[in-house]
């Protein structure tokens, strides 16, 4: 697989940030009449009231935003979302190694770009981020949140704090799901896996035509979660690059709504 100098200029970084925020507005708030006609008809099948509360954690990529990431909540139609609480918090500028360091915001570090499945790893920086997030997940599960019903997702850079987050978390999640990601961790993490942490399912789909994190490195992650003992589903999608597509979301909904009808109908 080829390698682009040009993403190591700063500049270059940051527009593939910037168009990922701008395809979210074009392609969801195109739609949003479509998906306000459409969700006031779904509502009356069930009563979002009776429905266990959830939570998303959304976790941006490296120079995106959150508010930038909002519009992906509105695809999710299903009435089983109605009673769901979203959160898109927003990385703190930090300095990033793969773009000279530039200060741009980012969870922790990343030492190269593109990223492979043998690229060096910053798990310094990176603990420090899972720390951030858990203290999200415990407030929310103080606040009555059955852990069962939280949901970390998250694209590119967040993607790989998704995972680290909910394999590294004490108890077990709803689930996990990683767009674009990779492992931000050497294996020998994985002793420090709780148990229960590894009952959280894993949801991974990558582009097969990326070239910011290479589809080897997502990859990578089925032998690892395997020996981690932890369950993965993997999905491909030919002809994506560095991007998050309307099927892949589409799936993400059908795959969380199916896992919060299991845990309703076990309860």
């Not at 006031?40 to 930038?68: C, K, Q, V, Y």
């Not at 139609?77 to 915001?105: D, H, I, Q």
């Not at 994506?240 to 309703?264: A, D, T, V």
Request: glycine share 8%.
């Amino acid at each position: 697989m080829r390698t682009s100098s040009r993403l190591k200029k700063p500049i270059v970084l940051l527009t593939i940030a910037l168009l990922s925020s701008v395809f979210f507005f074009v392609i969801f708030f195109q739609n949003k009449s479509d998906l306000l006609s459409t969700s006031g008809i779904s509502s009356s099948s069930r009563n979002p009231e009776s429905m266990a509360r959830t939570f998303i954690l959304w976790l941006h990529g490296l120079g995106d935003s959150g508010p930038a990431n909002e519009p992906i909540k509105t695809l999710f139609r299903s009435p089983e979302f109605r009673n769901t609480k979203w959160l898109f918090p927003s990385a703190p500028p930090n300095p990033v190694s793969c773009n000279y360091g530039a200060v741009m915001p980012s969870w922790f570090d990343i030492p190269e770009l593109p990223l492979t499945a043998g690229s060096p790893k910053d798990e310094s920086s990176l603990l420090k981020a899972v720390t951030n997030v858990h203290a999200i997940i415990d407030k929310e599960i103080a606040g009555g949140i059955n852990p069962e019903n939280v949901y970390i997702c998250g694209f590119s850079q967040g993607g790989a704090l998704t995972l680290a987050s909910v394999l590294l978390y004490p108890k077990a999640l709803g689930g996990g799901s990683v767009f674009s990601g990779w492992i931000p961790f050497n294996s020998s993490i994985i002793n420090q896996f709780t148990e229960d942490a590894k009952k959280t399912p894993i949801l991974w789909s990558h582009g097969i035509d990326d070239k910011t994190v290479l589809f080897e490195a997502g990859q990578a992650a089925l032998p690892f979660l395997q020996q981690a003992g932890v369950t993965c589903e993997f999905k491909a999608y030919p002809d994506l690059g560095h991007s998050i597509s309307n099927k892949e979301l589409q799936y993400l909904e059908s795959w969380i709504k199916q896992r919060m009808q299991s845990s309703s109908s076990s309860s």
